[in-house]
């Protein structure tokens, strides 16, 4: 049994790591976990259960990552891992069809009625990528809208920075990015309403994607009748309104952000969550548009392991546990987690603005809202790197980066808030000092 206090030592993860390096591109297989904004090395996983994960060195502690969003129930939930293995015990994939697709198909136009198909990939990028190749299909256009700070996967066309300005063409955010595939896509400020409206005069945009709760540049919520704004303006262009709710869907409500905030989407970007943390993914929205994917149609999108059984019974074992109560207490546990933070910032006498919503949240180093990727990157990221390395150090595991959600799940306990909140004032008392 882990306390939230104590320094941890890593030397097998150390080990492990300078393995890794010589034969994996920075020794991770996605980058954010080599904890480079936080300046320290990864630390290497040997189990999880419930709210806790232990490093191969035998240290335990209170996960607020969950994988990155797709943990809603913790790590190896008995209902979930039981899913999985009878599942297993039956084969592992066909590379035909089976019952659990159907179920699930169902589930989620239940949930959603928005998603009347939906199509499963293996990921949110790939899902993404599907979805914007439909858009531009049935619109007969080719440019996209997209906000500055959001990230839909590493879609070559949605990999693209913006400066500053309204509406600013995009440039691409990696080498390798094609300029013309970039430049097809415009980026604009979050929350802005100028920006969108001179950006929706200057282009005939196929879609406008939107992270329904932006997440992936902190939290930063829509301010009030935003989103619903953005969607009739879409309807008025003749822009398709694609809502990628691969973050929140399934996490923030029964039916997702669209459910919160009475949006109607033409399509809608399913991950993490419905996959109950095996590679599933999925896109879906109105029939008429659905159906042009093939072989309904002749949009073509493929995929060897899409509706993988495994990953299909994960996720339906996982939807099946999200029942209202489950999302009341999932509020309230991020509620007091904020709370918990915003006084311990408090009593240490740092600004610190905490922002959430369901099952989701970020501590930002400033004093002010942020409302904007420019709000987000003029935190001070110093201050959460050191937060973060604190933190590990005292057994309570953050995401490691200012840029990310926490993310809450129903394993989560009122001591394990506790724990973490007493964790957080240490260091934020010697932040302060
Ligand atoms: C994680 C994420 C994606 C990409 O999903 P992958 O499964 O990592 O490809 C897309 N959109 C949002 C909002 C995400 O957070």
Sequence with gaps: MSTATGNVSTP?????????????????????????????????????????????????????????GPLILGHANPRVLQAINRAAALGSSFGAPTEGEVLIAELVAERMPAVEMLRMTSS?????????????????????????????????????????????QGIPASPGVPAAVAQATIAI???????????????????????AVPANMGVVPAKPGYLARLGAAARQN?????VDEVITGFRVAPGGAQELYGLEPDLTILGKVIGGGLPAAAYGGRRELMSQIAPAGEVYQAGTLS?????????????????????????????????????????????????????????FFTGVEVTDYAGASACDQQSYAAFCRGLLARGVYPPA?????????????????????????????????
């Excluded at 914007?132 to 990999?159: N, P, S």
């Excluded at 809450?408 to 932040?431: K, M, N, Q, W, Y």
Aim: contains cysteine.
């Design 238 to 242: 003749g822009v398709l309104f694609v």
């Design 189 to 211: 400020p979050w929350n802005d309403e100028d920006a969108l409206a001179a950006a929706l005069d200057a282009h005939q945009f196929a879609a406008v994607l939107v992270e």
């Design 307 to 363: 509706g993988n059984p495994l990953a299909v019974a994960a996720g339906l074992a996982t939807l099946e546990q999200l029942d209202q109560e489950a999302y009341r207490r999932l509020a309230e546990l991020t509620e007091r987690l904020a709370v918990g933070l915003r006084e311990a910032a408090a009593s240490a006498g740092l600004k610190l603005r905490v922002q959430s919503a369901t099952g989701l949240l970020t501590p």
């Design 124 to 168: 949110g990028t790939e899902a993404s990528m599907s979805a914007i190749r439909l858009a531009r299909a049935v619109t007969g256009r080719e440019a996209l809208l997209k906000f500055q700070g959001a990230y839909h996967g590493h879609v070559d066309g949605l990999l693209v920075q913006a400066g500053s300005g309204l509406a600013t």
């Design 12 to 68: 097998a993860s150390s080990a492990l790591y300078g393995r890794a390096q010589r034969v994996i591109p920075g020794g991770v297989n996605s980058p954010v976990r080599a904890m480079r904004q936080i300046g320290r090395d990864p630390i290497f996983v040997a189990s999880g259960s419930g709210a806790r994960v232990t490093d191969v060195d035998g240290n335990v502690y209170i996960d607020w990552v969950c994988s990155w």
């Design 401 to 433: 980066s200012q840029f990310e959600a926490w993310f809450p799940s129903l394993a989560h306990s009122e001591r394990d808030i506790e724990l973490t909140v007493e964790a957080a004032g240490e260091v934020l008392a010697e932040l302060a000092s």
